[in-house]
């Protein structure tokens, strides 16, 4: 039988199983892809400017790619200019980048309680002690919350925060919170790296990203094309402020630079301006999908156990029961054709109550139903059994 992913790897390899409907790993639908466009961009690239995109270029990233994000950044509050964007291999490689450069090991870092497990790999992998701070949908921590772990000692070395729809959690951190934790990190001389993946599927009344509200000198920002344009691309991006020559000499001793096509049909993607109406089609069907699987939870989860809807994105987390239960509930469900991933993966520090990610993007709509009421199955029987 299928083993029960525990790594990132895992769950990536996963999801090439045809034979199980999955709503475990955090991938977007390749159904909504900007196919066309892309297409558009590639040939338009490949008449134009076939020698450059074939040839080394700058380790920092591509300048037209870097352009086009400062324009794409402005609209969205954040201003900067070209030389401070340093183009990586997606998030992860913003993330990797950033880490990798103001970390060592010991050092402490505060992050979510559920948080990305992308993010929790790279730290550990990395040596850190985590401390964590508790959220979730409705239960989002106030300043004061987050104050309390940054000014413990010792004195944290960095902060991070996926701050709009956290994966697994969904919270999004308040706007006018936003300047306030800001204020804190920055007298206590503790920067911020924003993961602002998820912000643009939230739609129009997203919160400005913190970095909108800094001037680079304590918010280090990442975000990828992944969730929206294509994760095929793997094109992401830093803004890495005060450690941008130190990011990009590591990035470029390990990899030179990313591939140049990507770059150039993301710059050319960006420039089209069709960015807007492909998102505002990803909000509507993702919103469908999270309607119709929130329906079924919220009908068939046991007493107790909850999904609260995150208004955007693509993803629920079910929480609630003893955390003992989640690899039998995974286990029962994959046996039965349904991947879910335990939320165990998710914590610096094992959970207190059972917790798991749905991903209601990928699975088609009678997929999705099927794979969700299944899953509340298997629940409502291991929570009524197992003591
Ligand atoms: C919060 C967060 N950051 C980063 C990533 C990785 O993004 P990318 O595929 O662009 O490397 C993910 C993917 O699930 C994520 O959820």
Request: with cysteine; proline share 6%; charged share 25%.
């Amino acid at each position: 039988m299928a083993k029960i992913p525990v790594r990132l790897l895992d769950l990536m390899r996963q999801t090439e199983d045809p034979h199980v409907i999955n709503l475990a790993a955090g991938i977007p639908s390749s159904d909504f892809l900007p196919l066309e466009a892309l297409k558009g961009a590639m040939e338009g690239e490949m008449a134009s400017r076939a020698r450059e995109m074939f040839s080394y270029h700058r380790p920092e990233g591509a300048g037209i790619l870097r352009e086009a994000i400062c324009d794409y950044l402005k609209v969205r509050g954040i201003g900067v200019t070209a030389d401070q964007v340093l183009v990586t291999t997606g998030c992860t490689g913003a993330l990797a980048s950033i880490m990798s450069t103001v970390l060592k090991k010991g050092d402490t870092v505060v992050c979510e309680a559920p948080a990305y497990y992308g993010q929790l790999e790279l730290l550990k992998a990395i040596g850190v002690k985590f401390r964590t701070v508790a959220t979730g949908v409705g239960q989002e921590p106030d300043p004061a919350k987050w104050q309390k772990a940054i000014l413990a000692k010792p004195k944290p070395k960095l902060l991070v925060i996926t701050s709009t729809l956290s994966n697994p959690s969904g919270a999004t951190l308040r706007e006018e919170w936003r300047p306030k934790l800001l204020e804190i990190c920055k007298k206590a001389g503790v920067p911020i790296l924003e993961d602002d993946i998820y912000g643009d599927l939230l739609g129009r009344g997203r919160p400005k990203p913190i970095r909108a509200f800094d001037d680079g000198s304590t918010v280090l920002y990442v975000t990828s094309f992944s969730k929206t344009v294509a994760p095929g691309l793997r094109i992401g991006f830093a803004l890495p402020g005060k450690w941008m020559d130190a990011a990009a000499d590591r990035q470029c001793r390990q990899t030179i630079h990313g591939g140049v096509p990507p770059e150039y049909v993301t710059a050319s993607f960006l420039r089209s301006g069709r960015m807007d109406s492909h998102l505002e089609m990803l909000q509507s069907v993702y919103g469908k999908r999270r309607e119709l699987a929130g329906g079924i939870l919220s009908r068939e989860l046991p007493e107790g156990v909850r999904a609260d809807d995150p208004r955007g994105g693509y993803m629920l987390w079910v929480r609630g029961g003893r955390p003992g239960i989640m690899d039998e509930v995974a286990k029962q469900c994959l046996s039965k054709g349904v991947a879910v991933v335990g939320g165990g993966i998710f914590f610096a520090n094992p959970p207190k109550e059972a917790c798991f990610r749905l991903n209601c993007a990928r699975a088609t709509p009678e997929d999705l139903a099927r794979g969700v009421g299944i899953f509340c199955e298997v629940f409502r029987s291991v929570l009524s059994r197992k003591k």
